[in-house]
Every structure is written in C-alpha cells, then in structure tokens.
C-alpha cells in the first residue's frame, strides 16, 4: 500500500524494514510482524548475558524498535478499508510475544519486557471465576515483579586520559550510568544511516542498498556486507563511517534538549572537559 508517511514513520520503517520509508509501499500487517520478530529476537534484554551486552542498552533498543513496530501498524490499520484503528490498544503487548517466538519462556521474557517499560499491562490468566474481587487473592504483580534498580553513579577516582564529554559527565559523578546510556542511543538513532549516506554520494543506489540489506548475514553491519558483496571499496566505507561520525549531533543536546542541564551548566562542563583533557596530555575534542 503506496502513501506518503510521516518523519516518525519514515524512521520507524527505516529501523524496522532496514531501508528508506521513502518511494516504498508500506508493507501489511505480516510483513510488518514478521520483520519485527526477526529482529526482536536478537535484541531482546534476556540474550544481553549470552552476548556480552548492556542489558539496559539491549532494554533501550528493544523498546526502540518496539515502538517502530506500533507506530507502523497503527498508520497500515488507519489506512485499512473503512479507516479503522481499533485493536491498536495492547499492540505492544502482541509485539513483544511475537518477539519471543513460540516458546513458552521466550513469550513470558517478551511480555515482562513490555510491562517493565511500561508499555504494556500484565497479563491475567483465564479461567473461572472462584468468587467476587473482595475474596481473590490481590494480584501477585506487584509481588513478582522486580523492584526498579537502583541507578548507578560513579564514585571513583576521574580516570587520568582523554574523555568523551558524555563519559566525562559520567565519571565526575553528575550522570547516572543510565544517563550515560540514553544519551549514547539517543545520538546513535539521531545519526544518518550509513546506507542513506551512500545514496548521497552516489556511492550506491537505491537498488543496491536494497539488495544489501537482503544479502547481509544476521549479525554483519551494513557497510561490512557492502564491502564483503563488492559494492563499496573498504576506503569509501571509512570515508562514510568518517563522514557518519562528522554529522553526529552533539551529545550535549541530549542533556539540553531532557532538560537534564542548561546552557550555563553545558559550557562548563565542556570547559571542565577541555582543561582535563589537556591535564591529561591529549588535546580535547
């Protein structure tokens, strides 16, 4: 179904489809599940442990990209005949088992995922009913949920070498780690994409991007795939991780833009920043 979608959309299909939410018809209900589960599955928080991650990070993106997966399919049930949008209530509930895939484990981790990131609530088993509410027994939500962890603040010693300014606020103790987090992210979504970069240069074309994303083995980066089925040199892909990294926007927006610090307090920290750096040896950056 060809149509014009929004700025969000357009993000939402380029995280969820893996390209451009550009000139593309937007795919249907299944297409959109099952591109969602494929992905899901190898960003769920559970598999944090198994590969090395941050499971707070892993939370971050599986919830990112859950959130890609309900903007979408609000807008194709919107368009549906008649215009229809019920049934979007819960959609987060059915992404997150879907993710899962279908092992009874793997459906539980994917809907504690959804009620722990608020968006969903939690499931109740069906069955009889043995009495009226005053004599059930009070929902054991509340009692097998797990209890918010605490966030992390730094309390060490400043590390003596060059600092990043996001790790710099991290390690003289004015961010949580969370905040370290949600920044990173935060920049790392704001970033172009290295496919749509490509397409600017003239390094490739829509086509190929496209052909790219098809061919590229579950856990291998877009631009190593390009370069691995001849389509870029291994020196226009550094020129465009280069040109990528040029256009990132400043992590100090974040903390801005969340309202987590003004001006005032951002350009001193920055200047703070500087004379570290420069203590340490390194120029700043």
Not at 16 to 21: D, K
Not at 63 to 92: C, H, W, Y
Request: a positive charge.
């Amino acid at each position: 179904m060809r149509m014009t979608l929004t700025a969000e959309e357009q993000r939402a299909f380029f995280l969820l489809m893996g390209i451009p939410g550009q000139g593309v018809d937007l795919c249907d209900e299944d297409s959109l599940k099952k591109a969602f589960r494929s992905k899901a599955k190898k960003s769920h928080p559970d598999l944090a442990a198994r590969m090395g991650k941050d499971p707070r990070l892993m939370k971050l993106r599986f919830q990112e990209l859950n959130d890609a997966f309900n903007i979408l399919m609000e807008r194709v049930r919107k368009e549906a005949p008649g215009g229809q949008s019920a049934g979007t209530t819960g959609t987060a509930t059915s992404a997150s088992a879907a993710a899962a895939g279908s092992t009874a484990a793997g459906a539980a981790a994917a809907a504690e995922a959804a009620e722990a990131s608020g968006t969903a609530e939690p499931r109740r088993k069906s069955g009889k009913k043995t009495g009226t509410s005053a004599n059930r027994r009070p929902a054991r939500t509340a009692e097998t949920r797990k209890k918010p962890e605490k966030d992390i603040f730094y309390k060490g010693k400043l590390p003596a070498r060059h600092l990043r300014f996001a790790e710099y606020l991290y390690y003289s103790g004015n961010i949580s780690w969370t905040d370290l987090v949600q920044a990173l992210v935060w920049q790392y979504r704001n970033r172009p994409k290295l496919g749509e970069l490509a397409m600017e240069t003239g390094y490739l074309d829509f086509a190929e991007v496209l052909e790219i994303i098809r061919q590229k083995n579950p856990d291998e980066l877009f631009g190593e795939a390009a370069v691995r089925l001849g389509y870029i040199t291994s020196s226009r892909l550094n020129s465009l991780v280069q040109e990528q990294k040029r256009m990132n926007l400043p992590i100090g927006n974040y903390f801005t833009s969340k309202r987590k610090m003004n001006e005032e307090t951002l350009n001193r920290k920055l200047a703070e920043l500087r004379r570290h750096n420069i203590t340490s040896g390194r120029s700043g950056s």
